[in-house]
């Protein structure tokens, strides 16, 4: 699975959009861009994935850039609640016939979301 | 409510001795894993299994070992062997057809060795 890169850490104010970075410059063209997060002492939570198309869900958007090397992940409201570590990871998901089992975690983005 | 479940919570070890920390799901899933997240770092992966009585190294195996004799379990022991033991272990579980799309995690285990 490729390297992604992340801030190590960001701070947004309650109620504003967080919009959190990822490289993954050396992303192949069968691997997906996943987004997880884990609040303190809790296993980490699925958020959202993409392949090459804008994704939105009820918890997230997922935007990835058209040369697929860096994607971002938006928080449209922030709250207290989303305070978290968030991991972006790509990946070939198994039901594409090449997939890996592997979910291999970086050390992720430690957002802070401020009252 | 399906999910999956870890336990201990909490677990506190004597040096030398062997543990092992559970994981159980009643999701269904094909695949499970064990990873090891140290203060301030990511995860890291110690093993994962495709199917009942498959199950494959990951980054980190040394000193650990698994099994799988049934689908909805994924015992994990921590032997005497692992230098560094103290860590939070998650369990987690994926599906294998063509839903794949996430992996669910435990509540995670804390290990202490005392």
């Known amino acids: 699975d490729a390297k992604t890169t992340q801030p190590p850490s960001m701070d947004c104010a309650e109620g504003r959009a967080a919009n959190l970075p990822c490289n993954h410059s050396?992303?192949?063209?069968?691997?997906?861009v996943y987004w997880y997060r884990q609040i303190h002492s809790q296993g980490p939570q699925y958020i959202i994935h993409?392949?090459?198309n804008n994704e939105t869900n009820e918890m997230a958007s997922l935007i990835i850039t058209e040369d697929r090397k860096s994607s971002t992940l938006i928080l449209p409201h922030a709250t207290l609640r989303d305070t978290a570590v968030y991991y972006c990871?790509?990946?070939?998901?198994?039901?594409?016939?090449?997939?890996?089992?592997?979910?291999?975690f970086g050390k992720g983005t430690k957002l802070s979301v401020i009252p | 409510d399906g999910g999956i479940t870890q336990s201990p919570k909490y677990l506190f070890r004597k040096e030398g001795q062997n543990v092992t920390l559970s994981c159980e799901q009643n999701?269904?899933?094909?695949?499970m894993y064990w990873y090891r997240q140290d203060p301030g770092q990511g995860l890291r992966l110690i093993y994962y299994?495709?199917?009942?009585?498959?199950?494959q190294k990951g980054d980190i195996a040394e000193g650990y070992s698994v099994s799988r004799e049934k689908k909805e379990s994924f015992p994990l022991t921590v032997t005497s062997a692992q230098k560094n033991p103290t860590a939070f272990y998650l369990c987690?579980?994926?599906?294998?057809?063509?839903?794949?799309?996430?992996?669910?995690f435990g509540q995670g285990t804390r290990l202490t060795v005392v």
């Open positions: 987690a579980s994926s599906t294998q057809g063509a839903s794949d799309t996430e992996a669910f």
């Open positions: 050396t992303i192949s063209g069968n691997e997906y």
């Open positions: 993409g392949l090459k």
């Open positions: 990871i790509v990946r070939v998901p198994r039901y594409s016939g090449a997939g890996s089992y592997q979910l291999t």
């Open positions: 999701l269904n899933h094909d695949a």
């Open positions: 299994s495709q199917i009942v009585n498959d199950f």
